[in-house]
């Protein structure tokens, strides 16, 4: 609601002829500038309580880009923030569309606004939505840009053409103005940020917000200033700062959290996701190896248009997986191959027996630290046992519907290029060979010597089409005895090439058969393992929880029945059973049970 004495910042505005010569942009730049003249007056001579601009300023970059940037918006509105630069100091913009028809975007102007939206919360860790203004036609509206959609609010006409009597014109001008300098001037945390920023925005804390009685879990986030010692966190510089303004995001950073190098991670997750931090409590409550130290994670906002902002500060565990193999390449490769796919097999594993299926195994997923791997980012992971104690526990801390959450679990999240021919042919059946897969492709991206050829040819393996047809052509060429240079992999280590013959067996061969097309033809096609073949890349340990799985993943066709699932045994002897597992997914198999071909 405006407040006529918040809003009644100048007198009406007059214009002559020469105003309709200039470009709308123009018009609007020196309208603005006409505005802010009559704040500053009277707020110089205390004739009203009206807000001043504070900490923004404006300026036209119809022909200069913003610093460091390509973007060149008509009128950009600034924070006024020492030693904040281009994008990470813009409060919004103001962008001009001589439009005849204000009653429609298009497409193409909406795609415009959402860049300009996207640059500037890939800057700003702290924003929650982006505001846009954007005079359309003779039309001024604010488009607001959230992660599930944007809105867009028409606070009226700013120009005219000749004819109407001009005194109701203006006074119609006078209206607008009204309405786009309140909303100019409202304080950052009411008007598109989680928090004040009226100092730079390179230390944040988070704690409870006492002010929020829905959940013990949402908390409270604000800019720290240089008197603040412990608790903080001090960003230093984004990860991948670019991503698509709709939709989950997680924005990642790089911070110091109490002096140690860490990683803060900022999700826009939908309510019907389980919490990442949640994940990561089970994992450690179940003593999985192989994931990241977990400093401080928390909700800051528990619900805004269907999503939520989580936030999660986690050990710094180092480079993604293939850029460390590239780094170390002179190095004894099968060696550190083994090592890595071990480590990473005994963290799925694990995870895996304590009812817990990462789903998104990619390069960017593995990171690696001194010859150490850790799988990060088990944002999409799927619990499949969330009827224990310690689960209830964790879902009240973190206040979500465990059913919920597996009633509206999507099957077919994860990196395509990375998935497995199963799932690249739409079954809903996962379980953990998928994830076994997703690395073993993950492994042969790493050593492909597209990473270190100079044409950077990137094999027909790794170029992803559509889903169908890139699980035929996988499959295809995995049936091939030249598999291995197909996927970009040339090596003189024969090591290295034991190493993923034999991924290759565990995966898609039974006995003398290869299976890679039936996995991706049949739906209901069940793929039983022999372990002894995992021993090429797994340790002892992970073989020993492999052969003795108390679980496997549930059907993911029927969720919302997933509980406790246990496998039947069969009364075959142990010795005859001792190196084989159904681990694909489908409940309620034996153990023993031998597909035929």
């Known amino acids: 609601m405006v407040h006529p004495r918040e809003a009644a910042a100048y007198s009406s505005i007059m214009m002559d002829e020469s105003n309709y010569k200039m470009s709308l942009a123009q018009y609007a730049h020196a309208l603005i500038k006409l505005m802010i003249e009559a704040v500053n007056q009277k707020v110089k001579t205390k004739s009203s309580s009206v807000r001043n601009m504070g900490t923004t300023y404006v300026e036209d970059h119809q022909n200069s880009a913003i610093d460091g940037t390509t973007h060149r918006p008509d009128l950009v509105f600034f924070y006024k923030v020492p030693n904040r630069m281009g994008m990470k100091s813009v409060s919004t913009v103001l962008v001009v569309d001589a439009d005849v028809t204000p009653t429609i975007i298009t497409s193409k102007s909406l795609g415009r606004l959402a860049d300009y939206a996207s640059a500037i919360w890939a800057c700003q860790p702290t924003r929650k939505f982006v505001p846009v203004f954007y005079i359309h036609g003779t039309h001024l509206l604010v488009v607001a840009f959230y992660r599930y959609a944007f809105v867009s609010v028409d606070l009226g006409e700013i120009c005219y053409t000749k004819g109407p009597n001009v005194n109701d014109v203006l006074s119609i001008i006078h209206s607008t103005l009204r309405l786009f300098w309140f909303l100019l001037t409202l304080p950052a945390q009411d008007f598109g940020h989680i928090c004040n920023i009226d100092v730079e925005v390179s230390k944040l804390q988070f704690f409870p917000d006492n002010s929020k009685s829905v959940s013990s879990s949402v908390l409270k986030c604000v800019c720290a200033n ?51 931090g949640a994940v990561y409590d089970l994992l450690h409550c179940r003593g999985v190896p192989g994931v990241p130290k977990v400093y401080d994670s928390g909700i800051i906002i528990s619900d805004l248009r269907e999503f939520r902002l989580e936030y999660l500060i986690i ?16 190095r004894d490769t099968s060696q550190i191959a083994r090592g890595l796919t071990a480590q990473v097999c005994e963290c799925l594993v694990s995870a895996y027996s304590n009812g817990i299926l990462h789903r998104d195994i990619s390069p960017g997923n593995i990171a690696v630290c001194n010859g150490v791997a850790k799988v990060i980012d088990w944002g999409y992971a799927l619990i499949f046992d969330l009827e224990s104690s310690e689960s209830k526990e964790i879902a009240n801390r973190w206040n979500f519907d465990p059913f919920v959450v597996i009633k509206e679990d999507d099957p077919f999240v994860g990196t395509d290029l990375y998935m497995s021919i199963n799932l690249l042919s739409r079954s809903k059946k996962r379980g953990l060979l998928d994830d076994i897969e997703s690395l073993f492709y993950v492994m042969l991206d790493a050593y492909s010597t597209r990473r270190t050829s100079s044409d950077k040819q990137i094999p027909y393996c790794f170029q992803f089409y559509n889903p169908k047809n890139f699980a035929a052509s996988r499959a295809a060429i995995l049936s091939l005895d030249t598999w291995l240079s197909d996927f970009g992999v040339e090596t003189n280590s024969s090591d290295l090439r034991r190493l993923f013959d034999k991924m290759h067996t565990f995966l898609f061969k039974q006995g003398n058969n290869f299976i890679g097309l039936r996995l991706m033809r049949n739906d209901g096609f069940e793929r039983a393992i ?9 340790n002892k340990k992970t073989r020993k929880i492999l052969r003795n799985l108390p679980r496997f993943a549930a059907d993911d066709i029927l969720p919302s029945t997933v509980t406790d699932v246990t496998m039947e045994v069969s009364n075959t002897p142990r010795k005859s059973r001792k190196n084989k597992a159904d681990i694909s997914g489908n409940s309620k198999k034996r153990l023993s049970k031998k597909t035929k071909h």
């Not at 022999?530 to 797994?538: C, L, N, P, T, W």
Request: charged share 30%.
């Open 315 to 330: 050990e710094d565990c180092g480079q993604r997986i293939t850029d460390y193999v590239d780094n170390h390449r002179e």
């Open 530 to 538: 022999d372990i002894k073949v995992a021993k090429e890349f797994m």
């Open 226 to 276: 240089d008197s603040v010692t412990d608790n903080f966190v001090e960003i230093d510089e984004p990860i991948h700062p670019r991503l698509s303004i709709y939709g989950p995001a997680a924005y990642l950073y790089k911070v110091r959290f109490n002096g140690k190098k860490a990683i803060l991670k900022l999700t826009w997750a939908r309510m019907s996701q389980m919490p990442e």
